[in-house]
């Protein structure tokens, strides 16, 4: 519920960004941006548009579901910006626009003279984010980034993986979607850096970046002895019991993370003696044995079933929980609880589920909640936003500088496109 004393209002109402970035890690940023009430004018080549329109499983039909998910709230408008006429189009979108993203290869926006040199001299307030692979400098700045490729060149799938196997890529596309989110959190530093100087930025994030910085604790232990870390399946790379169990129809996690819940593990389990056996009498000792400490846990745990042990660990107040897959974590009400699973308009009419902000604002939190748009759907509705003549926008998409296409539906004003979650 809302906690506050006044109606919920969006932070980033009115706030005007054009996303010319494509695919996941600058979407990811937009859509968090939108879901905190931004306005995100998604600037598309056409008519392909956006390349992860294409990213489609076997058996899909109209837009891919990794597009919608990234894409709601968006609104879509097709520019050629490679014609003289594009271009000039977009800069003068520029001038009244608040922000700009764009994940582009390093150099491919100051060959079009798009760059940000350019940019800032037609609106010194602009706040121009780019996410690359590498980062602007250094060696491999030039080289273009792909998730897989800096998950492996950063370290991170080098300690992925069950102990003594092979390194494996997590499941998951972190350094695309912590890039778009890093880039979110600069976004929002420069924008309150300009309320207080009147000036905008350049904000630059990157896929390498966004994967280091998942190494933390991994470059404590290398910075301060040496250690190189390799894969250790789910246990935790400095404390045990804390790593994924099996009981007799499932796994659990545990998290002993400290000498007390350690303690109270050991006596739920009915081997309070553990605590003083030397190979497990401290964490230390505890860690470097936690291959056979597992052994025994395993053994204890598969006497009975996850319910029933889940049920045992939370009355004893001892961290727990079950291994759900995607789906039984989704549908859990514990993710509408949350407001991270919400409700969403589909693109053929209708509703479909979403993944909603993971930020709450007075126990609100704002959604984003327009379909997403095909290529060149609001194109005109968007130029005139940014003050396009009629005639001016006629003469754009008879030159082919913009693309708007037949099929587009019309939107209504930008509160009929939101809702509240409260």
Aim: overall charge negative; some cysteine; hydrophobic content about 40%.
């Amino acid at each position: 519920m809302n906690t506050g004393d006044t109606p919920f209002e969006a932070p980033l109402r009115g706030v005007k960004v054009l996303e010319l970035s494509q695919i996941m890690a600058g979407p990811t940023c937009g859509l968090m941006l939108a879901d905190m009430g931004a306005d995100i004018y998604k600037v598309e080549k056409f008519p392909a548009g956006d390349d992860a329109r294409n990213y489609r499983r076997e058996g899909d039909s109209g837009l891919p579901a990794s597009f919608m998910m990234l894409n709601r709230g968006k609104r879509s408008i097709g520019i050629n910006f490679k014609s003289p006429e594009g271009k000039a189009a977009l800069l003068r979108m520029v001038a009244q626009a608040d922000v700009l993203t764009e994940n582009f290869r390093l150099g491919v926006m100051e060959r079009l003279g798009l760059g940000y040199d350019v940019l800032r001299e037609v609106n010194p307030a602009l706040i121009y984010c780019s996410v690359t692979g590498y980062g602007r400098e250094g060696p491999l700045a030039s080289k273009g980034g792909f998730d897989l490729i800096l998950q492996a060149f950063s370290g991170l799938i080098s300690v992925t993986g069950e102990e003594g196997g092979e390194p494996v890529k997590p499941g998951i596309s972190i350094a695309d979607v912590n890039a778009g989110v890093l880039a979110a959190v600069g976004i929002l530093a420069a924008y309150i850096h300009r309320l207080r100087t009147g000036r905008g930025q350049r904000v630059d994030t990157s896929l390498l970046q966004a994967s280091m910085q998942q190494l933390y604790w991994y470059a404590a232990s290398y910075f301060s002895r040496g250690i190189v870390p390799k894969p250790s399946g789910t246990a935790h790379p400095l404390v045990a019991p804390y790593q994924v169990f099996r009981c007799q129809d499932g796994r659990m996690a545990i998290g002993g993370a400290n000498q007390a819940n350690w303690e109270r593990i050991a006596g739920l389990l009915g081997h309070p003696e553990w605590t003083t056996d030397p190979r497990f009498d401290t964490p230390e000792v505890r860690h470097a044995n936690r291959k056979k400490l597992a052994e025994l846990i395993d053994g204890v745990l598969a006497a009975d079933t996850l319910a029933v042990w889940l049920d045992r660990f939370d009355a004893a107040g001892i961290p727990a929980g079950p291994v759900n897959d995607v789906g039984q974590a989704l549908d859990h009400e514990q993710a509408r609880a949350v407001r991270m699973v919400v409700d969403v308009d589909g693109p053929e009419g209708g509703s479909m589920r979403a993944l909603g902000l993971p930020i709450l604002f007075n126990g609100t939190t704002h959604v984003a909640r327009a379909a997403p748009p095909r290529v060149g759907e609001d194109s005109t509705d968007i130029l005139r936003e940014f003050e396009f003549s009629d005639d001016e926008i006629a003469a754009l998409v008879a030159c082919g500088a913009v693309y708007q296409t037949e099929t587009g539906r019309r939107r209504e004003a930008a509160d009929a496109r939101e809702t509240v979650v409260s």
